[in-house]
């Protein structure tokens, strides 16, 4: 599926983004996947290989955002396993999770993420999800904006503390 972006110069970009087509992600992009999540997004160790594995599972909700042959980003997504009963209390029967979401900075701004974000939902609604969750780095401020713009809103704290 082939997008169309604004050719209108953003800011200070070095490099604008004209067209862009979002597709499913395939085999030989594994090691740019890699790379470009290692590089952008916010782990608490690296990706590996390994653990795109989890992407086969739900191979449509894995998909590359591209221009010109040239990764810009990448988001992928899967269905949870939820007890009967948590779903009933949740209200809903199908819930996925958006596990990565990631655009090369050299890109932002330009609605690549949005345009991301807005394929995975469509696909994922496609596939029977009525609740969509994620989790959201706290120095990801951008990202947060992106996702409450798409009407994501908080519904839990993850929290952690160290001790000696």
């Known amino acids: 599926m082939n997008y169309p972006i604004s050719s209108i110069h953003l800011g200070l970009k070095e490099h604008l983004v004209t067209s862009l087509k979002i597709r499913r992600f395939e085999q030989k992009d594994t090691a740019d996947a890699v790379k470009m999540a290692n590089d952008f997004a916010y782990f608490d160790g690296p990706l590996t290989e390994e653990d795109l594995k989890i992407t086969q ?6 998909i590359i955002a591209e221009e010109n042959g040239e990764m810009l980003g990448l988001a992928y997504s899967y269905f949870r396993d939820v007890p009967e009963a948590v779903l009933k209390t949740w209200g809903v029967s199908k819930v996925a999770t958006i596990e990565l979401l990631v655009v090369d900075p050299k890109y932002g701004k330009q609605g690549v993420g949005t345009l991301l974000l807005e394929r995975l939902i469509e696909i994922l609604k496609q596939s029977g999800a009525d609740l969509i969750g994620l989790t959201c780095p706290v120095q990801a401020e951008g990202a947060k904006h992106l996702y409450e ?13 160290k001790v000696k």
Do not use: D
């Open 57 to 62: 599972a739900f191979p449509e909700g894995f």
């Open 149 to 161: 713009k798409a009407g994501f809103e908080v519904s839990a704290y993850h929290m952690r503390m």
